[in-house]
């Protein structure tokens, strides 16, 4: 059974940071595009960012270009993604989720995604 599991959410003041952490097996780490999605309380859920180990760019939201970071740990098999500058409008659940192979230009459309987490809360207040 694939296992994807958040890790890092809280609650931080406008222009603080946060990192999230997702954890998976070697497996799906190294053959599938990774990536993190965000829904808040209303609205539709959306991609943020997603990598491919195997090759490949980091692709990135507009919005979060710039503040946030996606980055992977290989000897742990976790995708990190660092967030700077937080502003109130980032609060929502953050999910991880995994599609086969290469993220490519559809890499937000959630609708590929194979895996997902269960989501971690991060709210952030003005």
Not at 14 to 40: D, E, H, N, P
Not at 52 to 70: E, L, M, N, Q
Not at 89 to 116: H, M, P, Q, V
Request: net charge positive; aromatic share 12%.
């Amino acid at each position: 059974q694939v296992q994807l599991v958040e890790s890092g959410g809280g609650s931080v003041q406008a222009g603080g940071s946060l990192r999230l952490s997702c954890r998976t097996s070697k497996y799906i780490y190294s053959r599938y595009c990774m990536a993190w999605f965000r829904q808040a309380p209303g609205k539709e859920r959306e991609g943020v960012a997603a990598v491919y180990t195997g090759a490949g760019p980091a692709y990135y939201a507009d919005s979060v270009k710039g503040r946030f970071t996606i980055s992977q740990d290989n000897a742990k098999s976790t995708l990190d993604l660092q967030m700077n500058s937080l502003k109130p409008e980032d609060t929502a659940t953050f999910y991880c989720a995994a599609k086969w192979r290469g993220c490519g230009g559809t890499w937000s459309n959630l609708a590929e995604y194979d895996y997902w987490g269960q989501g971690t809360q991060v709210t952030v207040s003005s």
